[in-house]
């Protein structure tokens, strides 16, 4: 299974952008997926995720009431939509699986994607 992003781009402050990540492959059932991203100079940072059935999300403090995640089981997609960006939002955004558990800590996510950038000028 690999997964894919898509939908970076450049953006003003106080702008819109929605990412996407598909699984292609074999049969996709993770426990959870997650969003993380990188800045320039930086780590790597949990953003959100959302647990495969049920659909229960986390969000990171710095992104929670401006970003949602959501996902399409059946398609094996899911999607940050990102409001209100800020230049500091700037980073290279990676979605990721948790095969075996439904943690959202970084070292636990198993597959990841090969990242999208997402810049946000001010």
């Known amino acids: 299974v690999q997964l894919q992003a898509s939908g970076g781009g450049l953006v003003q402050a106080g702008g819109s952008l929605r990412l996407s990540c598909a699984a292609s492959?074999?049969?996709?059932?993770?426990?959870?997926m997650g969003w993380f991203r990188q800045a320039p100079g930086k780590e790597r940072e949990f953003v959100g995720a959302?647990?495969?059935?049920?659909?229960?999300?986390y969000y990171s403090d710095s992104v929670k009431g401006r970003f949602t995640i959501s996902r399409d089981n059946a398609a094996g997609t899911q999607h940050l939509q990102m409001n209100d960006l800020k230049p500091e939002d700037t980073a290279v955004y990676y979605c990721a699986a948790n095969l075996r558990s439904g943690s959202y800590y970084l070292s636990d996510f198993s597959l990841w994607g090969q990242g999208t950038q997402v810049t946000v000028s001010s």
């Open positions: 492959g074999r049969t996709f059932s993770p426990s959870i």
């Open positions: 959302i647990t495969w059935i049920g659909g229960v999300t």
